[in-house]
């Protein structure tokens, strides 16, 4: 059903990473992808995936998560596996076969790539495990904030992008209501070729579109009743705070990162 | 076997995820063909989750659902058949409406029946007339309806379908007391013309007691009770602790019945307690004279 697909993923818990300040989560989160792009042979990529991996334990997220989300990106690593596979003409060759080249750098830079984009989909994807994306868009809020200067308009960005994420479920709620009504009165939407199937769409879409107008214009309303009216001055219910665990966290990744330059220079390829 | 039958069914919300929640718990019902019974308890007791199985929406974790002698998802290829002989009608119906014109959506479900051109038509105006929607409303655009009007045709858009069981979930949510009455009039008219079955979902108490013959009550996703109104009622306390009241005027006649005036009746609308009232007085004032 259509109420299966996870959007933000979310998955609640106490968890010491769970409570960690959301702004930092996102700084170690980009300081893991340059530990990721920084590591230049195998022992670099191990190292960080031991980062990865402890993290994943302590956060308590089942590791079929982990593995969950890599399912979707499952035909990216396919496909430049097969690019890297067959494009690499440099080492030495393994299989010469008419105008088909495999080499031994071929092999070992698919492995290397998979397992590069397969780490970086668990770590990224375990920040939106641990992080509600209110808070997400928070922390995003807080960290553009200083760009305000240049006229970059940080809190509206910030709201719109809290106010998609909070209609997502809505909306599926209400598109997952409207077929069932419909396939109530018999619509078929599993059969059929593609020009009837873009058809049977009609009856969800048009009302699908009247409901997003109209919640939209309620919710404007309501902000409006309640004096929205932008971020200036405004104060916030829960006031982000670094606390001793925060800082505990980035020294625990610097020191992995300063860890995968290190093994760079002992490690080929 | 009556129309509606299930075997212990049960039906599980996100099953294996941190929210899974138990919506159906293991329910055997058996409703008769031309009854109309009202389903009635609190918001988030089953009552949309178990009418959604009826016409095979959801299917259950565990146990099985028959409608008129079919078992549901015994056969795929038959799943479409058995629905069009359970209408749903979904709260909030209106948001549904999508044609033209009123005339167009009303036939939307007829047509995804197959059938003929003048069938169609005799349905769309049949019904039509049963929800005194008038013709001239037929070639406007559903969007230009008023709220009850709208609500009203797309009731139609399902009766046009001439179910054998029509469910109806919480069709008078929202309306006006007089938006009400007339929905639940034209329910009851629709049930005296056409003798199919009707359900009716509410957690009206008022609004089930004076349409409907038999009621269902549910309570944390299981069965309470399934009989009729008096037996229903008569439950009076149990009822106030899962939420529910009875209807206040049911209460007034139970408390006069306690105070010792004599009636047999059993008084469940405000119209045949006013009848009931002037017939006590009538027969005091005449054994006075």
Request: charged letters at 25%.
């Amino acid at each position: 059903m259509i109420k299966d697909i996870t959007i933000g993923q979310f998955f609640p818990g106490k968890s010491i990473i769970h409570r960690l300040d959301p702004r930092i989560k996102l700084l170690l989160t980009v300081i893991y992808i340059v530990m990721l792009f920084t590591a230049s042979g195998f022992t670099g990529l191990l190292a960080a995936s031991l980062y990865m991996l402890a993290a994943f334990i302590i956060s308590g997220i089942p590791i079929k998560m982990m593995l969950k989300s890599i399912k979707p990106i499952l035909p990216i690593i396919i496909f430049t596996g097969i690019l890297n596979l067959f494009f690499i003409s440099s080492g030495d060759p393994l299989v010469e076969w008419h105008f088909i080249k495999i080499t031994d750098d071929g092999v070992r830079t698919m492995i290397f790539m998979a397992a590069r984009i397969i780490l970086l989909i668990c770590g990224t994807s375990l920040l939106t495990y641990t992080t509600s994306p209110i808070t997400l868009t928070d922390a995003i809020e807080r960290i553009l904030s200083p760009l305000k200067v240049i006229k970059f308009p940080a809190h509206e960005i910030a709201m719109m992008m809290t106010i998609a994420l909070r209609f997502i479920p809505t909306l599926i709620e209400e598109t997952d209501k409207i077929m069932s009504a419909q396939k109530a009165r018999g619509a078929d939407m599993e059969s059929g070729n593609l020009i009837h199937r873009a058809k049977a769409l009609i009856p969800i879409l048009i009302p699908l579109f009247v409901s997003a107008f109209r919640r939209a214009e309620e919710l404007a309303l309501a902000m409006e009743c309640r004096c929205y009216h932008g971020g200036e001055g405004r104060t916030r219910l829960k006031q982000l705070k670094t606390a001793p665990r925060d800082y505990v966290a980035v020294v625990i990744t610097l020191i992995f990162l300063a860890a995968v330059i290190v093994l760079n220079m002992f490690s080929p390829i | 076997m009556g129309i509606i039958k299930t075997e212990n069914l049960t039906y599980v919300y996100g099953e294996g995820t941190p929210f899974r929640k138990v919506a159906v718990d293991n329910i055997n019902l058996d409703i008769d063909e031309g009854e109309i019974v009202g389903i009635i308890g609190r918001t988030g007791s089953g009552k949309s989750t178990l009418i959604q199985h009826f016409n095979g929406l959801l299917k259950p974790t565990s146990g099985k659902v028959f409608i008129d002698g079919d078992e549901l998802f015994a056969d795929k290829s038959r799943l479409k058949e058995i629905r069009f002989k359970v209408g749903l009608v979904f709260q909030y119906p209106e948001y549904q409406l999508f044609e033209e014109t009123v005339y167009k959506d009303i036939a939307f479900g007829p047509k995804n029946m197959g059938l003929s051109e003048d069938e169609i038509d005799r349905r769309v105006r049949e019904t039509a007339r049963l929800v005194g929607l008038k013709p001239e409303y037929l070639e406007k655009s559903p969007f230009e309806l008023s709220g009850g009007q709208k609500r009203r045709a797309a009731i139609a858009g399902v009766m046009a379908m001439e179910p054998k069981v029509l469910i109806l979930d919480e069709p008078t949510a929202g309306l006006d007391p007089r938006g009400r009455d007339r929905i639940l009039g034209l329910i009851k008219e629709y049930h005296a013309e056409k003798g199919t079955t009707v359900l009716l979902v509410s957690h009206s108490m008022e609004d089930v007691a004076k349409t409907v013959s038999k009621i269902l009550v549910m309570n944390n996703s299981k069965v309470f009770m399934y009989s009729d109104r008096s037996g229903v009622f008569a439950k009076a306390e149990e009822l106030t602790s899962m939420g529910l009241t009875v209807p206040q005027v049911t209460r007034v006649f139970d408390r006069l019945r306690a105070a010792g005036i004599e009636f047999e009746d059993e008084v469940f609308s405000v119209e045949y307690a006013k009848d009931l009232v002037l017939r006590l007085l009538r027969e005091r004032g005449q054994s006075l004279d």
